[in-house]
């Protein structure tokens, strides 16, 4: 049963639910899909699962960009409701053709509702009544469609699956299906084979918003095809513009060359009787330059602005100067996604050579799609900027931090309630945990914040005494066990000490690990369970490219799955290292931090106890973009 | 007195002087543009000058409008705090039927609904709800220029479990460079007072103070770039209250979903003349 419908508008006013319904829903579902996925531009996905303590429902919804309405079905989880996407296309259609900026109520929509319900769900029934009839048949139907499809491929040839999306919204939906993101596949396919049948036309059945899983797959293949000559074309075109501005807008490190160079050298110090003759590095540092205000050059801007309309011209060249001006004049009437469609792929193909991993730019675009198709256009504006606007907008929002990122703070607040404030440095092997746990504590120190590290590395020979070397360098304790210890149990000791030792931070250095290495992995779990740590810092290097997504993602589901706890914690924040070697290939920051919802809180983009910083939204976005 | 007079005649004559000398330069050049001028076909003169005429009313006109704009008031707060009911109290009367997390700024030019029956001429307020999710905060700037008033709505019935983040949003808020250069005036209204539960917006305030006086000590005092926090808020030293903002911060109570809204309507009267 479906349990609840609504629509609101995207400023977030409840325009209409449905008062048969009249379920009152367990928890807040909406929210939560608002805040947890439409904001997360995760809006391409297809479906939401909401869980709650006594409700699990499923969540499913569609847009009307134009007036920026949502439409939103709930219902329970265990059902698999076929003819919910049906039934919230066509409430789309006709509550677009009632609805009015001005009006606020709509009770005559009721009734409409309760038709369109009662159409749906009986095509619902024919679909189950047929599926037991009609199975031979239906195959041999969805073999001509193939055929069908090898042949044409045409758009027109199935318009119609959502009222308004028209063809192309097929061939998304397809892709959606292919990628397997939701229960919904086979249900789906179950659905239009059986439709397909019942209603021996064609019309109707691609009416119902039926389609082949097959064809469609083919299809998407073909379209790939294309998709990939295509970029190649404009690869070839584009890759000497991209590379010019790149060398010019190199931001990362500006500002601390001036006082490197002198103090990189450690070397020289440390004699044969080390104990005594290391130098103390403590003070003389300088500010870490978390502290130090970053002037960002935005000298090319306007030059850099240019060379994006330069980029983007060979796309409106194509279709003939004339219409093409005629339409920047008038402003087109509605976007539609094969408007959408060169413009994303230029944006797509320039976001992973950013290094962005392939799929968090596949599912960005479709996003964006999602949030633009059946928009206006205004005048005087292109398709390519119109995008890549949305684009802009888009990034900005899944970079900056869902939750405060100032440790400082938190470590205040730890403080006062006579607690350690203990982070737990996890990540791969050699992305640079050690090193950057050293910064964090310099950093740390400036802000007279007394610091204690734990030696928790029981595996890797050497890491204690790299530990130890930092360690005495900036004048800190350092909790040790040696090696051969199981380092939850170390990370304990280190933070019971760290009380009478009058330390407000402790900082757990872990062994490196790799995502798939599972006793490892539960070892990591168990650590972070028996110690509950403030906060879980990943860190990632910043060259990795598509495995970034294999890396957090395993590493969040691992320690998921293998915490002894039901509700187990999961990564809280990213450490991002080694970004002074990427110059403009910034798209790993983007990666992580889509697919964990983490925010980046520092970046080590350096080799000195100084170079830690914070990121900085603004410049890495204009860097993907550029 | 004296000097004072004779330095004016000096410089009265000075400027005669000047004035002279100038005339004798212009003269050879006045009768140059008037040649030039009779040259030209008096069509054309006339089209520039229409052109001239109508650019400088749309500037005029761009001027007047934008200066229209300081009758902005701004809901802000924590999502889930009530913004957007508020905001629909104020232009309908009337909440709906209910709302969600909103996704983007709700905006509107509108009397006040409880001004409508009133007579006289009455100034139309441009209210913006801006989203409270944490994400779609960098939203707030781009109106920010434009406001002549904000609101900041707290939830004074989930009050403990959101103080920090409240506090860490109306902190930013102070330090905003934009607030603090204007001294665009503050409301804190604390929502949501219909229910028993709720806190009194006494503690309310005492709590933020406390909690905005350890954000300073953990953002401004120690480290000076980590956060674009502008200024430093209050006096060095004094535990901080609002009192020692440069602008206006005022606490008020009100409830949103069965329209208490009356402190928001004369705070909001208070800063858009009608």
Known sequence: MLEQLLIFTRGGLILWTCKELGNALKGSPIDTLIRSCLLEERSGAASYDYTAPGAAYTLKWTFHNELGLVFVAVYQKILHLLYVDDLLAMVKQSFAEIYDPKRTVYDDFDETFRQLRKEAEARAEELKKSKQVGKPVSNSRKQGQVQKAGLGGDKKSNEGGLASDGGDGNAVKGRKLENGISNGNHVVSKESNVVGTANGKENTSSNLGAFDVNKLKSRSKVGKKTEKTASLDRKGSKAEPIKKITKKNRVWDDSPQESRESKLDFTDTVGENEDNNIEVVAADHGESMMDRDEDYSSESEAEEEEEVGKQSKPDSKKKGWFSSMFQSIAGKANLERSDLEPALKALKDRLMTKNVAEEIAEKLCESVAASLEGKKLGSFTRISSTVQGAMEEALVRILTPRRSIDILRDVHAAKEQGKPYVVVFVGVNGVGKSTNLAKVAYWLQQHQVSVMMAACDTFRSGAVEQLRTHARRLQIPIFEKGYEKDPAVVAKEAIQEAKPNGSDVVLVDTAGRMQDNEPLMRALSKLIYINNPDLVLFVGEALVGNDAVDQLSKFNQKLGDLSPSPNPRLIDGILLTKFDTIDDKVGAALSMVYISGAPVMFVGCGQSYTDLKKLNVKSIVKTLLK | ?274
């Open chain 2, 1 to 274: 007195m004296e000097g004072f007079k004779e330095w004016k005649k000096q410089a009265e004559q000075w400027s005669s002087q000047a004035l002279q000398q100038w005339k004798k330069q212009a003269e050879p050049l006045w009768s140059q543009a008037h040649e030039y001028i009779q040259q030209v076909p008096p069509t054309q003169i006339y089209a520039a000058l229409a052109i001239l005429l109508v650019t400088s009313v749309l500037l005029l006109l761009g001027r007047l409008f934008k200066r229209q704009k300081a009758n902005t008031i701004l809901l802000s707060g924590l999502n889930g705090s009530g913004k957007t009911v508020l905001f629909y109290q104020l232009r309908d009367g009337s909440a709906h039927q209910g709302t969600v997390t909103s996704m983007e700024p709700n905006e509107g030019t509108f009397v006040l609904n409880s001004e409508k029956s009133k007579n006289g001429k009455l100034k139309p307020v441009h209210l913006v709800d801006v989203p409270g999710h944490s994400r779609l905060r960098p939203k707030l700037d781009e109106f920010l220029p434009q406001a002549a008033g904000i609101v900041f709505v707290v939830d004074a019935l989930e009050f403990l479990p959101n103080l920090r983040a409240a506090s860490e949003y109306l902190y930013d808020l102070l330090t905003k460079a934009s607030v603090v250069k204007k001294k665009i005036p503050i409301l804190i209204l604390c929502n949501k007072t219909d229910k028993v539960t709720a806190h009194s917006k006494e503690f309310i305030r005492k709590q933020l103070e406390k909690e905005i006086d350890k954000l300073r000590a953990s953002r401004s005092a120690i480290s000076t770039a980590d956060i674009a926090n502008d200024f430093t808020l209050g006096v060095l030293g004094e535990p901080f209250s609002f009192t020692q903002c440069q602008n206006k911060v005022a606490v008020a109570e009100g409830a949103g979903i069965i329209g208490e809204v009356a402190e928001v309507e004369r705070f909001i009267r208070d800063h858009v003349k009608s």
